[in-house]
């Protein structure tokens, strides 16, 4: 680790201190993760305190650890994930949180902390169905408005749920099941042409 990383754990530690539930140090990037209930204000706290000044969220995402280590992985299925920039400290640091509720994943909204959270965490509503506690126009963004389901959890079926296609007669889009036959596209013989030759 280098020297400035190491304080920006001891700084994170210090202002944070009991809401850090974890840190970690990988590829040279630091990893905090606290409770869904201490989210709002360690985002707060990252953004405010004079050593630390995380003016910039870089991005958020959604995660779904269902599958993650083989389903080997105990514990809360959703996790939201911040990348923070501070620009006058020239730093970065990641935050993790995880949604407890598996059926009704919800985290608190961090628009009115940064305002660039709001597509991202549209983003994470419409792919992962993960709620954003007063987010201010929480709606689908990138699927129709129709769509069923949230296609980047890990028990979405590849092929949806439903199609959509043009009927010439009513003139107009319509939806109907998914009429795809479900198929196994891996070879019944994977051979390694290389072990039989002498």
Not at 144 to 171: L, S
């Amino acid at each position: 680790m280098s020297v400035k990383l190491d304080q920006l754990l001891v700084n994170v530690q210090t202002a944070l201190g009991a809401k850090l539930s974890r840190s970690s140090m990988a590829f040279s990037e630091l990893t905090l993760e606290c409770r869904a209930e201490d989210y709002l204000a360690v985002c707060l706290c990252l953004r405010d305190d004079p050593r630390l000044q995380f003016e910039q969220l870089i991005d958020l995402s959604g995660l779904d650890y269902q599958t993650y280590a083989d389903g080997e992985r105990a514990g809360p299925r959703y996790a939201v994930v911040c990348h923070l920039l501070s620009v006058s400290l020239n730093q970065r640091v990641r935050l993790r949180v995880f949604a407890e509720d598996e059926h009704f994943p919800l985290l608190a909204s961090l628009v009115d902390v940064w305002p660039a959270a709001n597509w991202y965490e549209r983003e994470a509503f419409d792919m992962y169905g993960i709620m954003f506690e007063n987010h201010p126009d929480l709606r689908r963004l990138l699927t129709d408005y129709g769509f069923v389901g949230h296609p980047f959890r890990k028990d979405f079926p590849m092929i949806g749920h439903v199609e959509m296609r043009y009927d010439p007669e009513q003139q107009r889009v319509i939806y109907q099941p998914v009429s795809i036959e479900e198929r196994n596209n891996v070879p019944r013989v994977i051979r390694d042409e290389g072990a039989h030759a002498k």
